[in-house]
């Protein structure tokens, strides 16, 4: 069993910075399969940042040059680097492991860009 806990997430002005992570426990092999998704109110969720096969990022077109991934495999921790944010990037972001054909959530946390 896989169990993900986000925290980090909380309110910011336009233009300002915020760094999530993602704890994990339990059968935890890697950071690289692990990644970061979002969900806005009325929007389906969406990938916001992850690995490829090969290692490297991958991110939504949204978030280039703006949003990075990394992680730290002693810590069992993901993270997610977000600067220069918008109100467009609000949503509850989510943390994501992939276990074989199991994909185990964790329970989200709210980032709120506004004044």
């Known amino acids: 069993q896989v169990q993900l806990v986000e925290s980090g997430g909380g309110l910011v002005h336009p233009g300002g910075s915020l760094r999530l992570s993602c704890a994990a426990s339990?059968?935890?092999?890697?950071?690289?399969?692990m990644g970061w998704y979002r969900q806005a109110p009325g929007k389906p969720r969406e990938l916001v940042a992850g690995?490829?096969?090969?290692?490297?990022?991958i991110y939504a077109d949204s978030v280039k040059g703006r949003f990075t991934i990394s992680g730290n495999n002693a810590k069992k921790t993901a993270y997610l680097q977000m600067n220069s944010l918008n109100p467009e990037d609000t949503a509850v972001y989510y943390c994501?492991?992939?276990?074989?054909?199991?994909?185990?959530w964790g329970q989200g946390t709210q980032v709120t860009v506004a004044t």
């Open positions: 994501k492991m992939t276990w074989g054909e199991i994909n185990y």
């Open positions: 339990g059968n935890f092999f890697s950071i690289y399969a």
């Open positions: 690995f490829a096969r090969d290692g490297s990022a």
